[in-house]
């Protein structure tokens, strides 16, 4: 990483107060490229800086780049390795597009199933959030990009955002969702942006005890925080509390015109039924505002100065006050198309598999069935939208591999995702023949010829997808349209029948018990379909593992008005650290879960020798594939904590994982490094805490497929 040479305070004793006040606001970019713009300060050298949309790939107007998959999918790896290769990537990614930082990754806890971005974040589990933070902010500072973990904090729901208040416990904060945040902060993050919602009844932007107090100075946090776009409540008000750069800086107008934003879209909403007027803004309060509080001394010169201090000292991090800075980079390179499609394959999960449904024969006759199977999954609507140079469908795919002939049928109408965005993809070049017409071949929606097309294949394959979207939540877990209706028809008729489900987090099921296999494939991104077929005909072995709980809609613990999406802009968070499967292993937990955090099987069999501790901080276990085919594993490992007199905790915590890739008979020892975060406790008197006792550590495939245990002490 290049050195910052250039004395940042002397730089900014050399500016006016002028310079200093459009050094912390956005602007419009003059190339139109970014999604954030600082001009610079030519009298001084000191360059323009761009920001560009993440995480799923760097978003350029006009232009093509990497579609990854979900994030959501990349945290079903249980591979942090993967992902900080992916933000390798992006980072080559944003050079080439001349970006200096990424805005991502997405850390935000899957806390409401129903939240229509649980796609950009990765798990329900604080662990697996931290260490996929750590290692995309890793890999973007690698490169000198600068990474933006978002969205600070609990922005766990998009219904009313930008007024809500996540009225949550301060042992809640500290467990679960902020330790993705203090994971990229230690990993190098050099920003942080702020979300749009309320905690405990203070805008994040001007929430001083959470910015200042613990991300700058409990956490050493040296870089810049930034606001979510029209995300400022104030100008005095936010820059006192620790926010240091405003975006976007310019009208909701302007915003129109420079990135096809529609100003009416839900996600500028402000009330119920009231947006912001187009052409007004909320911004830019930084260039206006702020300058008079510093000439009143409101907001204090001081206060200033580290502001752009803290901007400036990221641009010479990464070597652009310099000019050292490199520009190179790589957009749709080869590697990031194959790690793409890697990223896709290692993140499917098979939910289920009766008698050997799964893999595929090579000439096995295919009934392809689904309103989505011409188009590859992308992702989600919002911020994350990226369009690829290249993008594979399922039909392409399973066509290119099979030896068998493949009859395709859509059975009911397509399921379209929201966009923020005017269509950006007419120029980019697609691999499927037909992606011009509404269907392949013609094909028109009608479920009686899906059924029949599948009576007659060896298997049907139906492929369904639900749609989701920043700036709105689902308003149930069931599948969008008839797709419900439909794999019933299917299953009913056909020999065999798979399932995949393309979803931005868990979904209801309620035909799994006719089907023969379940594929959750999440948002694989451009290479859906080389992805999918790898999966089904097992080139590539299933091992992604579920980062969430699936489980009946009513049974989640925000089921109830108050907890989602709240009361009177109050949302509470009184299940405190009951979150995802901590909920459903308590004793009051309503339902069993459908499918439990971690779950996912594989094509080989694999068996456990006896755990082993190794001092207080990691235990090994001997693991056999015990098959006649390789084939890759999730160990995982939770804690079981001493009981506690007074003190409710999860009954298990996931504590770490290991994935191991074992040949057909081979036996490996695996160790896993226990995290401390499983056994200590947040204590609103005394902080933080590791009861004195026996810690059961319980080694698994799942948080509810335990094999062995052993015993550590503290």
């Known amino acids: 990483m290049a050195s910052p040479d250039t004395d940042v305070s002397d730089l900014v004793d050399s500016l006016s107060l002028d310079e200093k006040c459009s050094l912390v606001r956005g602007a419009a970019d003059p190339e139109g490229t970014a999604t954030g713009y600082v001009p610079g300060v030519p009298r001084l050298d000191i360059p323009e800086f761009r920001l560009a949309d993440g995480p799923l790939g760097i978003r350029i107007p006009g232009r093509s780049s990497t579609a990854f998959p979900a994030s959501i999918a990349v945290a ?38 129903n939240c ?42 998009e219904t009313k955002r930008l007024v809500v208040s996540a009225e949550v416990g301060e042992r809640a904060l500290r467990e ?14 050099g920003s942080v942006m702020t979300a749009y919602n309320r905690v405990n009844g203070t805008h994040m932007s001007d929430h001083r005890r959470l910015v200042t107090e613990v991300l700058k100075d409990e956490w050493s946090f040296d870089g810049y925080v930034v606001s979510d776009w029209f995300g400022t409540e104030s100008a005095v008000g936010a820059a006192t509390a620790g926010l240091d750069l405003e975006m976007p800086g310019i009208s909701l107008e302007a915003l129109h015109e420079a990135f096809g934003i529609d100003p009416d879209a839900e996600m500028l909403e402000e009330g119920d039924d009231e947006s912001i007027p187009a052409g007004e803004t909320t911004t830019p309060r930084f260039a206006t505002e702020l300058k008079a509080a510093v000439g009143r001394d409101r907001a204090g010169l001081d206060r200033l100065d580290d502001m752009v201090a803290r901007i400036l000292g990221q641009m010479a991090r990464i070597g652009l006050l310099d000019g050292d800075w ?23 999960v098979l939910l289920k598999n009766d008698d050997g449904a799964l893999p595929l024969s090579d000439d096995a006759d295919v009934a392809l069935v689904g309103p989505g199977v011409a188009e590859a999954m992308l992702g989600g609507g919002g911020s ?62 009608d479920i ?34 008839e797709q419900d209706e439909l794999v019933e028809a299917v299953a009913d008729a056909a020999d065999r029948t798979v399932v995949v489900v393309q979803s931005g987090g ?77 909920h459903f292993d308590t004793a009051d937990a309503d339902d069993e879960p459908t499918y439990p955090f971690g779950h996912g099987l594989s094509y080989a069999t694999f068996e456990y020798g006896e755990a082993e501790a190794r001092g207080d901080d990691a235990v090994a276990v001997e693991v056999t594939n015990a098959s006649d085919r390789a084939g890759r594993e999730v160990v995982q490992a939770y804690v079981r904590p001493p009981a506690v007199a007074g003190v ?40 933080w805490t590791v009861d004195a006792g026996d810690y059961v550590v319980e080694v698994g495939r799942s948080s509810r497929d335990v094999r062995v245990e052993t015993t550590v002490s503290r």
């Open 326 to 348: 490199d520009d190179g980079g790589a957009l749709d390179a080869p590697e990031h198309r194959d790690l793409a499609e890697t990223l896709a394959a290692r993140g499917t």
């Open 506 to 582: 868990p979904v209801e099921l309620p035909w799994r018990d006719s089907v023969d296999a379940v594929v959750e494939s999440w948002y694989p991104g451009q290479a859906d379909g080389d992805a999918l077929a790898s999966v089904l005909y097992g080139d590539a072995d299933p091992s992604g593992r579920l980062p969430v709980t699936f489980a009946p809609e009513e049974s989640y613990p925000t089921a109830s008005e108050e907890r989602f999406p709240g009361v009177d802009d109050e949302a509470q968070y009184d299940e405190g650290v009951f979150v995802g499967y901590r």
């Open 176 to 189: 679960l969702y902020l330790p993705g945040f203090e994971a990229a902060v230690e990993a190098g993050a």
């Open 384 to 445: 994350s939208e990226v369009t690829p140079a290249r993008e594979v469908s399922a039909l392409a795919g399973i066509r290119a591999r099979t030896d068998g002939s493949v009859v395709f049928e859509p059975g009911v109408e397509r399921v379209v995702t929201p966009s923020f965005f005017d269509d950006e993809s007419a120029d980019a070049a697609g691999d499927d023949e037909d992606a011009g017409d509404d269907f392949p071949g013609g094909k028109t929606p």
């Open 448 to 481: 009686d010829a899906a059924v029949d097309c599948a009576r007659e294949a060896d298997v049907a394959v139906v492929v369904v997808r639900d749609a989701t979207t920043e700036g709105a939540d689902r308003e149930t877990l069931r599948l969008p349209g």
């Open 76 to 113: 079903a790896t249980f591979d942090p390795e993967l992902a900080r290769r992916q933000g390798v990537a992006m980072a080559r990614e944003a050079k080439a597009s001349g970006q200096h930082a990424v805005l991502g990754p997405g850390l935000n806890l899957v806390r409401v199933p």
């Open 648 to 687: 409710e905790r999860p009954t298990r915590e996931l504590a770490g994982y290991a994935a191991v890739e074992l040949a057909a008979g081979e036996t490996e020892t695996v160790e896993l490094s226990l995290s401390e975060h499983a056994f200590r406790r947040y204590d609103d008197a005394e902080g």
């Open 116 to 157: 229509g971005r649980n796609f950009e974040y990765y798990a329900e589990d604080p662990v697996v959030t931290a260490d996929f933070a750590a290692a995309v902010v890793e890999g973007l500072q690698s490169e000198d990009v600068i990474a933006t973990p978002k969205h600070y904090v609990a922005n766990n729901q």
